[in-house]
Each structure stands twice: as structure tokens, then as C-alpha cells.
């Protein structure tokens, strides 16, 4: 088929990449540059946690994202450069005496027959030494990984330019009708497009909104943590991922609105103070750069196929982009050639 995607996030280039490797003739849209780091994929944080929905109550999304890893190393495992994923597992945190946090991310696991117990210091610190003596009382979810998003998003345009793919960087799509693309100076016809647009598809699917997230990059040379870390406040939630030379993400804030204005002082102060109060070794750690993005999310937070005479959408992954791209693109694959086969699909 002759295929056109518009979107070179993580869900239209991993789209892209595996249509082209099943022989389809793929052309790719994007209004940024294939290295534009502002964009939410490259924003992510990366984790792969499929147990953190179970903390917000997201049941689906954890019955979805239970194979997210092994779908994520079979992926890894095509490219022609090697990619790490890193299944050290997580850790969820909370002080002593505000574990009812904890104690209800249990019950609700139990009701999914997920069993977890909270360990204490002995066992954060066999996990992460520099923990040991903070007074935390945690869950460890050895199921969880992380990868670097920025090392993906690379390598997929890597082994995107391997391919027979023509990419439009730089190219806006002003409107998406009766499978054809159109921009200030094109209109091409195809026999399938998928619309990957993230937030840009907000004037076709309206009960699509934006969800602010902000997050802050780390270099500290006195802290080594080497999984990601959450720690349960009733007012400070956060995370921490670690990214190579002692670089750690702090996140990431979940607001209601569309604004993807630089990051606000009372977020960076509730995202700093609860990293210090985290690990001591932060307060001489340096801001590298704080960066602010858009959650494309559904009102129910769950992502989406949506076929129409026009295109088929595929959007609202909301927090789950890298947990649930994988799933959600074979998925809409599947779809799609099951149409063009004349098969009749429910949507
Ligand atoms: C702070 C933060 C932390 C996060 N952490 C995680 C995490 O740890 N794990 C996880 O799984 N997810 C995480 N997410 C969620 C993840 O980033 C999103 O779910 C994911 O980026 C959605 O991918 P997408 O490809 O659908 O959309 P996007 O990443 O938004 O990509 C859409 C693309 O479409 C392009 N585009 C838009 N309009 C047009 C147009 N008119 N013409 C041409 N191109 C257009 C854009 O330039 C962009 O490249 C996080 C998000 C944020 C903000």
C-alpha cells in the first residue's frame, strides 16, 4: 500500500518503521526537524511502568502495558544499532509515616492479583545503597524498565533513513480529507494516511486535550541512582530517572491545560525540594535545562484508534506514549489492512 503518516513522534515513526519493513511505500510528515528535542516524545521521561497505573486507578492500562518490555526488546532487537532498554525494575517510595499511599497502591494491585509487599531501608539499600538510610518504606516492581528516549527517537530516524521512507521534515500538514494530505505546497493522495499528530489533531478530534507536563534535567555527580524512582506524597509526587553521566529527570507535574510555557516556579520548587528530600547529594547537583510538553489524552485517558473516510487517527496516549506505542501501532497496522482487505471491523 501506499501509506502517508503525519506525525514523527514515537507512535508515527514507529509506524513508519514497521510499515516500511512489511513493504509498504511510506511517506512521513512533520512540521520539526527529526532531531527537534522539544517535542512530547522527546520530552518523555521513557519509563516503562506498567504498575504506576495501578497507583491512579488506569486498570486498563495496566492489563495493556503487562507485555509493554518484551514488545520493546523485540523491537530493540531489528535496529541496526544497539539499543539498551534498562529492566532494572522501579521503586516506589513513600516516608514512614505517610505510607497509606503505599498501602492502598497494594490493595488495588491485590484486586488485579498482583502481589506486593513493602520492604524497608535493608532492602531499598540492597536496590539503591545511596537510599539505605533515608527512613523510606517502599515496593519494589521488578517488571518496570526505562529506555532513553532521546537514544530512540534517534535510532528510529536512524532506521527510518535506512529505508525506502521519504520524510518531510520541517512541513506542516494544514489538513487531512478523503486519505489525502494536503500542506501550503502539496496535496498528495494516499491509499491509506494515519494521523499521528499528537495535540496538532485537536481541530479534527475534539475531545482531545492537552495535559502539561514539566520536567527538570539533573547533573549530579554526588548522587548514583540507578532505577527509576517514584516517590507517593499526598502533594509532591515525583519521579526520578536516571540517564547516563549522573543525569536524572525529575517529573514530571500533570496539569490541566494546553500551555507549554517554560516550566513554573512553584513546580520547580515542589519537583526540587521533594528531589532533595529524596537524596541529600541533590542540593549541589546543577539544573542542565528544564523542559515543558503537552499529554495528548482522551477524557478517559485511553488511547485510541479512530477510522473515518478521512485517515485513521491513532492518539491519546496521554502518559503512556512509550508504554503503549508498541501495542497501539500493531494495533492500528492490523486495522488497517484488514479494511483494505474489505474486512469488516468493529472499531
Ligand atoms: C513530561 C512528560 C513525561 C512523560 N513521560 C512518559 C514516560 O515516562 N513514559 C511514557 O510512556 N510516556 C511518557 N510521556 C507521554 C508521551 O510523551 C506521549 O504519550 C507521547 O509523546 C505521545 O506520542 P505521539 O507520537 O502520539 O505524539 P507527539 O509526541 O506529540 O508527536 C506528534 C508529532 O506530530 C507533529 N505534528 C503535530 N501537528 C502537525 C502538523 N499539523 N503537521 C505536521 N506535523 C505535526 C509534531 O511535531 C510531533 O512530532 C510523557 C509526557 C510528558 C509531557
Request: overall charge neutral.
Amino acid at each position: 500500500m501506499n501509506i502517508g503518516i503525519v506525525g514523527a513522534g514515537i507512535v508515527g515513526r514507529l509506524l513508519a518503521w514497521t510499515l516500511a519493513t512489511q513493504n509498504h511505500k511510506v511517506t512521513l510528515f512533520d512540521k520539526t526537524s527529526a532531531d527537534d528535542d522539544s517535542t512530547a516524545s522527546f520530552v518523555a521521561a521513557g519509563m516503562l511502568a506498567p504498575y504506576a497505573e495501578l497507583e491512579s486507578g488506569e486498570t486498563k492500562i495496566f492489563e495493556m502495558a503487562k507485555d509493554a518490555v518484551p514488545r520493546w526488546q523485540s523491537i530493540l532487537s531489528k535496529f541496526r544499532t544497539a539499543i539498551e532498554l534498562q529492566p532494572t525494575g522501579s521503586l516506589l517510595l513513600a516516608k514512614p509515616n505517610e505510607t497509606a499511599e503505599l498501602q492502598h497502591f497494594i490493595n488495588r494491585a491485590k484486586r488485579m492479583q498482583v502481589s506486593l509487599k513493602m520492604i524497608g531501608g535493608q532492602g531499598i539499600g540492597k536496590l539503591e545503597p545511596e537510599l539505605a538510610e533515608q527512613l523510606f518504606t517502599g515496593i519494589y516492581l521488578p517488571e518496570e524498565a526505562f529506555l532513553d528516549t532521546h537514544q530512540i527517537m534517534h535510532a528510529l530516524a536512524d532506521n527510518i533513513r535506512m529505508l525506502p521512507i521519504l520524510w518531510h521534515e520541517n512541513t506542516e500538514v494544514i489538513s487531512i480529507k478523503n486519505k489525502t494530505v494536503k500542506g501550503d505546497t502539496f496535496n498528495t493522495k494516499f491509499d491509506q494516511v494515519f494521523d499521528c499528530r499528537g495535540l496538532g489533531a485537536s481541530n479534527d478530534l475534539p475531545q482531545l486535550r492537552g495535559v502539561r507536563g514539566e520536567i527538570i534535567w539533573l547533573q549530579a555527580k554526588d548522587v548514583s541512582i540507578t532505577r527509576p524512582v517514584r516517590v507517593l506524597h499526598p502533594r509532591y509526587a515525583i519521579y526520578i530517572v536516571p540517564r547516563k553521566d549522573n543525569v536524572y529527570l525529575v517529573g514530571a507535574t500533570q496539569i490541566e491545560s494546553d500551555d507549554c510555557s517554560p516550566i513554573s516556579v512553584l513546580s520547580a520548587l515542589e519537583l526540587l525540594s521533594a528531589c532533595y528530600s529524596l537524596h541529600p547529594g541533590f542540593a549541589e547537583a546543577r539544573i542542565i535545562k528544564t523542559q515543558t510538553q503537552c499529554r495528548p489524552a482522551f477524557p478517559d485517558h485511553l488511547p485510541k484508534i479512530i477510522a473515518n473516510k478521512d485517515c485513521i487517527h491513532v492518539n491519546g496516549l496521554f502518559r503512556h506514549g512509550y508504554l503503549l506505542a508498541p501495542k497501539i501501532v500493531s494495533a492500528a497496522i492490523a486495522y488497517c489492512m484488514k479494511e483494505a482487505k474489505g474486512e469488516s471491523m468493529a472499531q
